[in-house]
């Protein structure tokens, strides 16, 4: 295969691009995974890598040198709905019991590094200009080294892992599924001087809060907000940001007694789709394949998630001798079945309803059942599925009847 140039060529090398650049080099393929940017560099992110994206990481081997760098774990968990307030921790999954929030300047180029030690040819500051084709189907990339002249590269599948924005999922034409208009807006920035226990997040009206310890000593504090409200918060960012923060408690208060390191950042471009993730010659990961709003913090760890399933893909591909398009139509269900019951909670989350009576019950039920609690925080952070932990048995096991019953109850009032 690599008289054709490469195996792989991945267009894009963060998150999603370079573990699966990684994992791609790992089992004997020969890559070359191009960005345009170059690392360490920053980029919009939620931080947070979810209990599952912290285990592949354990699993791959770079947990220990995250957690090395100065990236502080959150275990101890704080949600704050305004009416009830469940504290808890994460459940351990798969030798992972906490959440990180690692600065992508880090994360990226921890990344990046160990798909070269896997033998994968990076090169920082390309840009690709277009995808080469034979008839129908993709065989390479025509770009430039920043300053430099044209090159062609060829390769058995190119996989677009170039974000929401994918130049590649434009040039094949992947068609969007189950598409939702974005129905928040993203806001966040650093603070030192604000000590945080944990995690927390506070739920409102209208508005989300999540606070994690990140590293070089800083607190993230992120703000997401009803899409309809973006002009008069983009009018005032300071003064919004500081007064959601102040109907969160002793929040505010902690935050302004800190001091704010960065600028802050702030995006209306929070979209929800899924994509076709493969065709003749190409595939998508990342938020390239599948984007959702960022108000449940699991884009990291849904790259980490689709770059093992289109790994695996295409080495079944690879050790069958043949094209891999019949491999990636399993990649596209499996993604899909793994995916789908997040996305849904979070279209929930993001659309900002009012909360239901069950759900009410359903806090006031938990409050006093840290088991409990802990399961729920697993279920936010994609470990168990929701469907698992509302299931009649389950809730009859961590609620005790009594509970159960007022649950049901308040269910059935809502319908």
Same mark, same amino acid.
């Given at each position: ?36 940017? #170059? ?102 990339? #025509? ?26 999922? %434009? ?166 079945? %793994? ?77």
């Amino acid at each position: 295969m690599s008289a054709r140039g490469y195996d792989v060529i991945v267009v894009g090398s963060r998150v999603a691009g370079a573990a699966t650049a990684m994992l791609l080099g790992r089992r004997g393929l020969r890559v070359l995974a191009v960005d345009r940017a #170059r690392f360490p560099s920053d980029t919009l992110s939620t931080h947070q890598v979810q209990v599952p994206g912290v285990a592949r990481l354990h699993r791959w081997g770079l947990l220990d040198r995250l957690a090395a760098a100065g990236t502080p774990p959150a275990r101890d968990i704080r949600l704050d709905t305004g009416g009830v307030v469940l504290a808890g921790r994460y459940p351990a999954h798969e030798g992972a019991d906490a959440l990180y929030s690692p600065r992508r300047t880090l994360l990226d180029a921890l990344l990046v590094d160990a798909a070269r030690e896997a033998g994968v040819e990076v090169r920082e500051g390309f840009d690709v200009d277009e995808l080469v084709r034979d008839r129908d189907r993709v065989v390479g990339v #025509r770009g430039r080294q920043r300053g430099g002249g044209p090159v062609t590269e060829s390769a058995w599948l190119v996989v677009g892992a170039d974000g929401k924005r994918s130049m590649v999922a %434009a040039a094949v034409r992947a068609p969007a599924y189950r598409e939702r208009p974005a129905s928040t807006f993203a806001c966040y920035t650093y603070w030192s001087g604000v000590a945080v226990a944990g995690g927390e997040f506070y739920q409102r009206p209208g508005r989300t809060v999540a606070v994690f310890p990140t590293n070089d000593g800083l607190t993230i504090a992120y703000v997401a907000g009803r899409a309809a409200d973006f002009p008069a918060f983009r009018a005032d960012v300071e003064g919004q940001y500081l007064s959601t923060l102040d109907g969160c408690g002793d929040l505010g208060a902690r935050v302004r007694a800190g001091e704010r390191a960065e600028r802050f950042r702030l995006t209306p471009d929070v979209p929800n789709a899924f994509r076709v993730p493969h065709g003749p010659g190409w595939a998508l990961v990342g938020d390239a394949g599948l984007v959702m709003d960022p108000i449940t913090g699991q884009g990291i760890g849904n790259a980490f998630r689709d770059a093992e399933l289109l790994v695996d893909a295409v080495v079944t591909a690879v050790e069958g001798g043949g094209r891999p398009d019949a491999a990636l139509a399993g990649y596209r269900a499996r993604r899909d079945a %793994a995916a789908g019951p997040m996305y849904d909670l979070t279209l929930d989350l993001a659309s900002f309803r009012p909360t239901r009576a069950v759900d009410r019950a359903l806090f006031a039920a938990l409050k006093d059942r840290p088991a409990a609690v802990d399961q729920f925080l697993g279920v936010l952070s994609g470990a168990i599925p929701m469907s698992r932990f509302r299931a009649p048995g389950n809730l009859l096991n961590l609620l005790g009847p009594r509970a159960l019953i007022r649950v049901a109850a308040a269910d059935l009032l809502n319908r």
